[in-house]
């Protein structure tokens, strides 16, 4: 008899999965057809058959078709990795401490959240070492509302931290994910792990078997890992420096900038304009930016015009999806 489970840590070869009907972790080998790359991630969804007698390794027979994949683009490698599947919201982590803050990683994340069809939440974190000389948390937030993403002010290691400029706290956010799989991103270093752990309760540690203790630094995550906290389901993903969109086809780049796209209809020349200051008649460079808004329409447009010369180095007729 078969039984659903879902994948909580892989290697090349050695599966955790919890079992749906009991929510036991059991370890699992796959045969040998799923053991190719990315055929089998954290996320998915699978039926297992029981070891034989005397042993102890349940077996994969079959993964069950995924909803989305989180996936790394490798433009050196010209491929994409799956790190994680069947989520319904990712955490995008930024750290008010160090590393420093950084908004043109956030707007990479945001393409990538529409490109997925994964809403983003936007986690401040370390807000217990704020310094308003930095970044201006009112100016970022309202800007990421603006553009429909929730923000949230934690801090994951002052556990009771109470929320001082945001609306949105550690327990607003522990309610949003009621129900839901969600996938930790961002810098290495900004706290994905250690929110983690605090949201999980500490739940976390229990679960760090074989798998888990192989590690590069001290704390790095070195590969995505998933964690059962009773009400939610928690991804862990490892850091990374830059997050590469070269995988987009322009088209695709003005699909995640919709407000790009739409804000371009008003440029006289709008199908091809460049938005330089040579423009003339460009809606962009007519915008009086002392005002607050056109700030955050600039920003926008800054983030595009970086991720459009990153996507025009390889011709669109190379690109495949997934
Ligand atoms: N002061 C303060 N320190 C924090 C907070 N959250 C995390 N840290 C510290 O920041 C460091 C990095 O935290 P991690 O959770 O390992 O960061 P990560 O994002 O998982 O890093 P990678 O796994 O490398 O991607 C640790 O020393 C944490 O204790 C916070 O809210 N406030
Ligand atoms: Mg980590
Ligand atoms: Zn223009």
Redesign the pocket.
Known sequence: MNTRARIFRSSKRHFDCQREDTKEVVPATALATLLKEDHIVVGDWVEISPPPQGGEEWKIETVIDRKNSIFRNLPREQRKKVIASNVDVMLV?VSA?KPAFKRGLIDRYLARSDYWNVPAYLIF??M??YDSSEFDIHFEAERLQWLNVKCFEV????KDYAPKFLKNGFSELTNELRNKTAITL?H????????ITSLSNGKVELLSGELGKVGKGA???TWAELIDADNFTLIDS??IRSMSLSDLTKEDLLYCFSDINEWSAKCKFSSNCSHDENSKGCFFQNLDSNKRENQMILSRLDSYKRILEEVSDIPDWQKKPL
Not at 155 to 158: P, R, T, V
Not at 188 to 195: A, D, E, P
């Open positions: 982590v401490g974190n370390k217990d070492l801090s994951a290691e002052i961002g290495s270093g900004v706290g994905k792990s250690r929110l704390h790095t995550t490892p850091g």
